[in-house]
């Protein structure tokens, strides 16, 4: 069992977006019964099949650490947060379609984990502005989720779905939009399922395969995602 | 015509004031969350702004510039006993509390090792919860593969089957779920105990600066006041004694008459009682402020946090009347007949005799709480 490798991917967003129902959809393809506040943090492990299908298949444990509290929390809780933001290969961003507030603080989110290296006090020091550059540099993989699809209402739906298109593409990341308690969203062969499915082989990719320095097979990604990295890829 | 400028006033006043409220409940409060309904903002503002006009009615009556015409006595009185109580609770666990954060006497000694190896033992947790949790994903994964669905089996032969026969894969799921069950409850206390070595490490570094000494000083002037305070609440109840002479009154008496200083009376004593009324109602309406925001953001979340305004837009309007019920024995005589004719005749001893027990009792339970808890903090960190 342990001979499989290992991921760490991050769930983040603010207070009550439904991470907890997320996880346990993701991780047991089962809906939540009884959701209730996560103190610290709380993992489930997802059995994934890297790159299905074909001859190069292989099987890997991601584990979804799940961390509870809000942006707004004290800096002792911040500090404790830091903890578990250690070799971290990928994060999902969740947010609440009804709440725009849990959307703009993701940005929030984002900065406290892709900055935690520079403030070796504990002591976090954010202006919460958001700024291109972090994000180009990013080599961490991020999705964006939306979460209560069915709350919203019909007619407001282009335009929530606007905006958090918007949302995505100011992280380089893809974005899916389900309710967290009905499976068929993540039914498999949805576009959903695929979308998840390729986040997380991009996941291991990174974690496993960059290293090594081997050529990355043809990803459809826009270019800006990569940066930096795209340049050394490309003299092969 | 009279009528007509003092109702402007009270109309702008009021004005003001709502829209102080609607700012704070926007800038402060809510400034995490999401206003979904704004009736709860409109309620919480329309409480701020008629808690607000309790304090304008005394100082504008000291100052003479406006003629009452509310009258709300039966309502103030039932309000009254509930608000005082509350303040004398408040009061009470305030001043043993505030010496009690203040003075850094009190801090536990944390250093950087105890927090890291908290932190180490919390990640371990955390590891031997993954590797529980990913045999059970493979143990499900298995299952899955091998057609055995677990779906609960029904009908009268189906009954019978799952009496004797249970998949041995579904027995071992459950003894390493409930093992998962207690690691995440350990895991959760460990969370919450480094935030807690966090927060005293933090106050520790607080109190090395010069604010931190400031405060540390001003902690100790207050805690004797704190227990004088104690002092003259068990007096007044044990001689059964009710101030009659406000501190005001009091102080001039004693210039006058001990230090031999003549000054025109009337003239400062409005004036003085005009400054210390103000600086009372500015620090409590302040502090009451910054203390439901501290509280809000301590218990709120997005769920809750409509109710939780609501609440405390109640607990603000009931903590401002009783203000006014209390400001008045800091008062001097010709003052407190406005404040008698807008509230009623109300029994004011009553509500002094009232505070003076709830704040002792409380001001003693908190005593006793806070001293058991610095007792057992120590035990659970230092224990290798």
């Known amino acids: 069992m342990a001979s499989l490798d290992r991921v760490k991917v991050l769930v983040l967003g603010d207070s009550g977006v439904g991470k907890s129902s997320l996880v346990h959809l993701l991780c047991q393809n089962q809906v939540l019964g009884n959701p209730s506040w996560t103190v610290g943090c709380s993992v489930d492990v997802r059995v994934h099949d890297y790159k299905e299908g074909t001859p190069e298949e292989k099987t890997y444990y991601i584990e979804l650490w799940d961390v509870g509290g809000s942006v707004g929390s004290a800096s002792s809780v911040k500090s404790t947060r830091t903890v578990f933001y250690n070799s971290v290969n990928g994060i999902i961003l969740v947010h609440d379609l009804t709440n725009k507030k849990s959307s703009q603080n993701l940005y929030r989110w984002s900065l406290e984990v892709l900055n935690r290296d520079s403030v070796p006090t504990g002591v976090l020091v954010m202006n919460g502005d958001y700024d291109q550059e972090k994000f180009a540099d990013n080599q961490i993989p991020l999705l964006v989720i939306g979460t209560k699809l069915d709350q919203i209402h019909e007619t407001k739906r282009h335009e929530v779905l606007t905006r958090t298109a918007f949302l995505a593409e100011d992280f380089n990341a893809e974005e899916i939009n389900l309710d967290c308690t009905n499976p068929r969203y993540l039914a498999a062969g949805s576009s959903n399922a695929v979308k998840l499915s390729r986040f997380f082989d991009k996941v291991i990719e990174m974690r496993y395969f960059l290293r090594d320095g081997n050529q990355i097979p043809g990803f459809p990604d826009r270019k800006r995602f990569w940066g930096g990295t795209f340049k050394n890829l490309h003299y092969d | ?284 309406i302040r502090g009451l402020l910054i203390t439901l925001t501290k509280f809000f953001y301590a218990i709120s979340s997005s769920k809750s946090s409509n109710v939780i305004v609501l609440l405390l837009a109640q607990i603000m309007g009931m903590y401002f009347v009783s203000s006014v019920l209390l400001i008045r024995m800091s008062m001097p005589l010709e003052y407190r007949t406005i404040i008698t004719e807008v509230l009623g005749e109300l029994q004011f001893n009553f509500y002094h005799r009232w505070f003076d027990v709830i704040f002792l009792v409380s001001a003693l339970s908190s005593i006793l709480f806070l001293y058991l808890a610095h007792k057992q903090a120590p035990e659970k960190h230092m224990a290798p």
Not at chain 2, 155 to 184: C, H, R, Y
Not at chain 2, 206 to 230: D, Q
Request: with cysteine; net charge positive.
């Open chain 2, 1 to 284: 015509m009279s009528f007509l400028i003092d109702s402007s006033i009270m109309i702008t006043s009021q004005i003001c004031f709502f829209g102080f409220g609607w700012l704070f409940f926007m800038r402060q409060l809510f400034k995490d969350y999401e206003v979904r309904q704004y009736v709860v903002q409109v309620i919480f503002s329309v409480t701020f702004a008629f808690s607000c006009t309790m304090f304008e009615l005394i100082i504008f009556e000291i100052l003479g510039v406006l003629n009452s015409i509310l009258s709300i006595e039966q309502l103030i009185s039932r309000v009254g006993v509930i608000g005082v109580t509350l303040m004398a609770l408040l009061s009470g666990f305030g001043a043993v509390n505030c010496p009690y954060t203040y003075m850094s006497y009190f801090l536990r000694n944390v250093t950087d090792t105890d927090i890291i190896a908290l932190e180490r033992r919390l990640l371990q947790t955390m590891d031997m919860i993954i590797s529980k949790k990913k045999r059970m994903a493979m143990a499900r994964r298995t299952m899955f593969q091998k057609g055995e669905v677990q779906n609960k089996p029904s009908g009268f032969w189906g009954m019978i089957k799952s009496v004797t026969a249970s998949a041995p894969g579904s027995e071992n799921l459950t003894l390493i779920q409930q093992e998962v069950d207690a690691l995440e409850e350990l895991s959760r206390q460990l969370f919450l105990e480094t935030v807690d070595l966090y927060a005293t490490k933090e106050r520790i570094e607080y109190s090395k600066t010069f604010k931190g000494k400031y405060f540390n000083f001003l902690g100790y002037f207050f805690s004797i006041y704190c227990v004088w305070k104690i002092f003259m609440a068990t007096i007044n109840i044990v001689f059964d004694r009710v101030g009659k002479t406000d501190p005001v009154t009091r102080g001039i008496e004693i210039t006058v008459n001990y230090l031999g200083i003549q000054f025109d009376v009337k003239f400062w004593s409005q004036h003085i009682s005009f400054i210390l009324v103000g600086i009372i109602i500015v620090t409590s």
